[in-house]
């Protein structure tokens, strides 16, 4: 699968850790930045992020931020963009059966690498379900 990834200052261990994890199960991974633990504004990446997939070059992007709040803000600006904040793998879960999310955000300060890693595989695993979801997911644009 093609995944695009994104984080700030706050997340960028995790995204090196998720490159290196993802990589090794054959997906093909485009890096956004940041690149290093030098502080940074997390609007930056996540825009970068969300243009990916709005051109098509990702199929779906994973992003950190400290909270995931600033970088899941910033990704849900562009219209074809619908980030879900996730904290445990049923949030994940969730956001992919009913909400159709193409960006999976995480709060890097708030999890360790065990529930990111549930996380990321639950939300890549699982698929849209459509049927009654779809009408309400077409609703989110304005
Ligand atoms: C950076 O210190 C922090 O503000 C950022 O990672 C994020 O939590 C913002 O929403």
Request: proline share 1%.
């Amino acid at each position: 699968m093609k995944i695009g990834l994104a984080c700030d200052h706050a997340g960028y261990e995790f995204k090196e850790q998720l490159k290196k994890y993802l990589s090794s199960k054959d997906n093909d991974i485009n890096d956004y930045g940041c690149y290093s633990l030098e502080s940074v504004d997390y609007p930056d990446f996540g825009h970068k992020l969300a243009e990916s997939i709005e051109k098509g070059v990702n199929e779906l992007g994973i992003q950190f931020c400290g909270t995931g709040n600033g970088i899941n803000m910033s990704a849900n600006k562009h219209q074809a963009i619908r980030a879900a904040l996730c904290w445990n793998s049923h949030i994940a879960e969730q956001a992919r059966l009913h909400n159709n999310a193409n960006i999976l955000t995480m709060p890097a300060r708030h999890l360790d690498w065990q529930e990111v890693e549930e996380i990321v595989d639950t939300f890549l695993s699982t698929q849209f379900e459509g049927g009654r979801h779809q009408k309400r997911v077409k609703k989110i644009k304005i």
